[in-house]
């Protein structure tokens, strides 16, 4: 296992952190960071120690932004289809769920090889979201001349409203409409995917990182289990909505042999003194790195961007290009009137970013997941699993669970505060 | 000097006929909607749309405007395009519960903010109607 390296001797390693603190200070005046912030905690760990970790800034001075947005969920999972417009070929990359940015490399890599198979010289792709956009540059990676047309790019997406961590099958198909296919195609996506996010680890700004992310509890913590209800009669197949959460797809046990495992910390360990606490390493997503990084391959390789609204699929015969990459997102409900689509609202509110405190806390059905564009706090009811949001096409934010959660997280934060004090 | 403002002129000369108002046009330009229909469409804005766009349609980094680059998504296309769009998504929260006058009237009101003249008949409240009129793009103010 790669990752228990960081669980590795490190006795010496604290101190070689604390002297590289100095230059990477004066990096990070200059607005680029090349090595580890200070509270980089992955090279701190030691078993049976606690963790130094700097408190989060857990309250309202804090709050900078707060996002809605809907996930795309298509029952089927993601459209990966390809069809004829007049005399063009589309082939189909819509409809992730909450998987977007975590099956963005995987499932491009399907849609472009679709459309190479036509021998192109150019593609067009429809749409400017994080899967639309990964489209294009996996298209010229594989020589291709690209062109976008979309009414925004990256950054006034649906896709720049998310969360941003590695959740590759959240919210990604109802098991039903997806079919006993689904989940191999799903781990190919998700594998490829993983595989291609470690080559950003490590780049100037960080792209792409991994965190510690503790769940803390003050009960036993057990895996919520979600066996079918008898008692609700009706499913996604009678109503056209998922009804309960076992009609959801959960597919990540099918990668853990890579991807990191929660362990359980024992209190000489849990840097939070709560009875019980876990801490698995996670990965995320820095948006503004990432689309920076993205679009400036796009653009160096010659992309060209052009702003447009399509009304009607039929539009997309008037397009010059022959081949089209379809990555629109929920927006290809409408455009493309596909009525398997199903919004699931999801919203998260953003503290200013704190990066020395670079970890992830977990407590009950809130989070607060640290990243260089802020801190991401989010509060969702845990009676309601996947089902929170289903049929939901709201998308203005509401402030009230994020109100709660700063007031019910505060005080998680108390021991470290306390400690650091002593210290 | 004197050549750059000549070649300008020329240009504004060239641009100008085809963003003012064509007589007799399928075109928005023509004055499609009266304004007694708008107003009663800026109030139907104010109640079902303006929670999202904003009070005087200027939209967020999230939520597009109304005015201005809403022009260059919808212009040169039939105006039904935009009345059957927003009978089928908008408002997003409530999809397709827009009636068909509250839609005209809302498309009178977009058009008037957008600087469209109004007319003497009301905008029908007809897709097959609104296909035969293109909406038009008017220089701003």
Known sequence: MAFTSTRGPSSGRRTVLKGALG????????????????????????????????????????????????????????NLGTQMVGDRLVVHNYGHGGSGWS??????????????????ESVAVVGCGIVGLTSAVVAQRAGLKVTIYARELLQRTRSFRASGSFTPSSRIALNGPAGPQFPEQWEQMARFSW????????????????SDSYGVSYTPMERRQWPADP????????????????????????????????VNLSPEENPFDTPFATRSSHMHFNFPAYGHMLLTEFFERGGRFVMRNFHSPAEFADLPEKVIIHSTGYAAKDLWRDDTMIPVRGQTAWLVPQPEANYTLRFKNMSLLSKADGIVLMNNNPDLGDMLGVGDTNEIPNRAPFEEALAALAPIFAPLANRNARS | MKRIVLILATCIAAIAPAIAASPKSAGTSAGVYTQAQASEGSRVYAVRCAMCHGGTLSGTVETPGLTGKFMANWAGRPVADLYDYLARAMPQPAPGSLSPQDNARLVAFL??????????????ADSAALRRIILQPVRPR
């Open chain 1, 23 to 78: 230059s990477v200070g004066a990096l990070a005046l200059s607005g680029r960071t090349f090595a580890a912030e200070p509270g980089a905690a992955p090279g701190m760990i030691q078993p049976g120690v606690k963790p130094h970790l700097t408190p989060m800034r857990v309250s309202l001075d804090q709050l900078i932004d707060m996002k809605c947005c809907i996930r795309p969920l298509r029952a089927a999972g993601p």
């Open chain 1, 103 to 120: 099956l963005s490399w995987g499932s491009a890599e399907v849609a472009v090889g679709k459309a190479l198979s036509v021998l192109p």
């Open chain 2, 111 to 124: 058009l008037e903010a957008n600087g469209a003249p109004a007319g003497k008949a009301p905008l029908p």
């Open chain 1, 231 to 262: 008692a609700i009669g009706g499913s996604w197949e009678t109503t056209g909505l998922p009804q309960q959460n076992s009609e959801f797809a959960h597919l990540d046990s099918r990668i853990r042999d890579i991807v990191p495992q929660s």
């Open chain 1, 195 to 210: 595989k291609m996010f470690r080559t950003f680890l490590g780049l100037p700004g960080k792209p792409v990182e991994f």
